[in-house]
C-alpha cells in the first residue's frame, strides 16, 4: 500500500515539473 501511495504521489508529482517545464517553453524561446 506504501509503494502505491508514493508511485501516484510521484505521477503528481512529475505531472507539475511538466507543466511547469511546458509554460517555461512557451514563455522562454517562443517570446
Known amino acids: ?3 502505491i501511495m508514493t ?3 510521484v505521477e503528481e508529482v512529475t ?3 511538466v ?3 511546458r509554460d ?3 514563455i ?3 517570446n
Open 24 to 26: 517555461c517553453l512557451v
Open 7 to 9: 508511485l501516484n504521489r
Open 19 to 21: 507543466q511547469a517545464a
Open 15 to 17: 505531472a507539475d515539473i
Open 28 to 30: 522562454g524561446p517562443g
Open 1 to 3: 500500500m506504501r509503494r
